[in-house]
């Protein structure tokens, strides 16, 4: 008879590893993000400024 209990444990332990890489690297790009420097905004030109 298949151990049940054992393939369970095993599944849970696995999906929480996944769990904490997913975690680890949301958490990585989050702090890439906030430390990130602000874009320069460029305000070009219309086609109305021209006239």
Do not use: F, H
């Not at 999906?15 to 305000?43: F, G, W």
């Amino acid at each position: 008879m298949p151990d049940y209990k054992g393939m369970y444990l095993e599944m849970v332990r696995e999906t929480e590893k996944a769990i904490n890489i997913l975690i680890d690297a949301q958490q990585r790009c989050e702090e890439m993000y906030i430390n990130a420097s602000e874009p320069e905004i460029i305000v070009l030109p219309t086609d109305t400024e021209d006239n």
